[in-house]
Every structure is written in structure tokens, then in C-alpha cells.
């Protein structure tokens, strides 16, 4: 079980939007600790997609947005796209394991 | 652009010790912290741990007794040795630059390490 909940898959038709939850504690979200998200590829290493709240690396396009709230946060996915089809994670600190945190990931399924 | 490259064995023997390198190019590794991440084929992501320049580290406590991680600043490179190991330990084992917030990007390709018995 991980400590950061993430629906085990979320789909959308090209062109949609698509939000992928990350449900937290006070021990984590909830204490206001940075969450980054990833896309990782079939077959590949995992990318940083977003950081500490809507901060994009260079290069990521801005149809991804991250956003937060209380204990949760949220990447949202806009004009969904047959490349976007990857598994996404989330991560932050958790103050009571002392340690980095990564969600159980989603699939997501551009129909 | 900053590239990362594992290598190590990719087969160890239950009860020894998984040894593996990252290779730095493109950047100085003197001028980040650096990261270890695993993940079991078909599961998700565990963080490791990360250590600086300087060789200040810090690791998932669920692994700090069988966990070492060392950096070679002649060689831009960074190490991670994991003792005692078991089937649990067979993982894909990736790393990573820390970046903004630790935050960790761009990653290596990754290397498949599987235990036998």
C-alpha cells in the first residue's frame, strides 16, 4: 500500500482533459510538502513532468498542470493526445516514514 | 544536457551485495545531490536515497541498514551498494539528478538487477 493514493487507471478520448488524483496526509500533502509528478513511457525511465506545485521543467508542455488541495493533489492533462498514454506518479516527502514517497501510479488510456 | 548511465551486474546472488554505478556527463557532479530509485517489474516507485558532492547522504529509512551510497568526484560518478539481498530486491534500479524542491531530473535508462537463489 502506498502512502500517496492514485486511481490504478484513468482514460480519456484525444482532445479531453483528464485529472489524475493524489491523495495524502497531514504527514505529507497536507504539511504542505513539495509534489512532483512523473510520466513514465512503456518501456522507459520516468521524466519529471511537473515540480513543487505548477512548475514545469523545459521542454514539458504546458497542457500538463499540477494543482493542490488540503491533503491532495491533482495533475491535470489538457487536448489529450495518443503520446500522452503513459503510467503517472506522484511523489512528496512523508515527515513520519522520513522519507521520499511515491504514489502507486496510474495508467492512463487515450481511447 | 546532463546524461546518466547505470551499470552493474545484472544478476546477484541472494545474500550478497548488488553494486552499482551511475555515470555523470554533461554536468559536474559536485553541483547536485544525486539519486537512487528502484522499481519491482510491473510496480511502482521506491525512493532509495540521494548523496552530495561531499558524500552527505540520506536513504529510505526502510533500507538504511543495507544501503551505501558513495560518490567519486574524479570520475563524475556515484555508487550505491545494497547488502543482504533477496527476491524482494529484484528491481529495475534508476538514477537520477535532484533537481528543483528534490525533485529528481533527468533520470538514467535504468538497469534490471535480479536476485536468484
Known amino acids: 500500500q502506498s502512502v500517496l493514493t492514485q486511481p490504478p487507471s484513468v482514460s480519456g478520448a484525444p482532445g479531453q482533459r483528464v485529472t489524475i488524483s493524489c491523495t495524502g496526509s497531514s504527514s505529507n500533502i497536507g504539511t504542505d510538502y513539495d509534489v512532483h509528478w512523473y510520466q513514465q513511457l512503456p518501456g522507459t525511465a520516468p521524466k519529471l513532468l511537473t515540480y513543487s506545485g505548477n512548475n514545469r521543467p523545459s521542454g514539458v508542455p504546458d497542457r500538463f498542470s499540477a494543482s493542490r488541495s488540503g491533503t491532495s493533489a491533482s495533475l491535470a492533462i489538457t487536448g489529450l493526445q495518443a503520446e500522452d498514454e503513459a503510467d503517472y506518479y506522484c511523489?512528496?516527502?512523508?515527515?513520519?516514514?522520513?522519507?521520499?514517497?511515491f504514489g502507486g501510479g496510474t495508467k492512463l488510456t487515450v481511447l | 544536457q546532463v546524461q546518466l548511465q547505470e551499470s552493474g551486474p545484472g544478476l546477484v546472488k541472494s545474500s550478497e551485495t548488488l553494486s552499482l554505478t551511475c555515470t555523470v556527463s554533461g554536468d559536474s557532479i559536485s553541483s547536485y545531490y544525486w539519486s537512487w530509485i528502484r522499481q519491482p517489474p510491473g510496480k511502482g516507485l521506491e525512493w532509495i536515497g540521494y548523496i552530495d558532492y561531499s558524500g552527505s547522504t540520506k536513504y529510505n529509512p526502510s533500507l538504511k541498514s543495507r544501503v551505501a551510497m558513495s560518490v567519486d568526484t574524479s570520475k563524475n560518478q556515484f555508487s550505491l551498494k545494497l547488502n543482504s539481498v533477496t527476491a524482494a530486491d529484484t528491481a529495475v534500479y534508476y538514477c537520477?539528478?535532484?533537481?528543483?524542491?528534490?525533485?529528481?531530473?533527468?533520470w538514467g535508462q535504468g538497469t534490471l538487477v535480479t536476485v536468484s537463489s
Open positions: 537520477a539528478r535532484v533537481t528543483y524542491y528534490y525533485a529528481s531530473g533527468p
Open positions: 511523489q512528496s516527502y512523508d515527515s513520519s516514514l522520513s522519507a521520499w514517497v
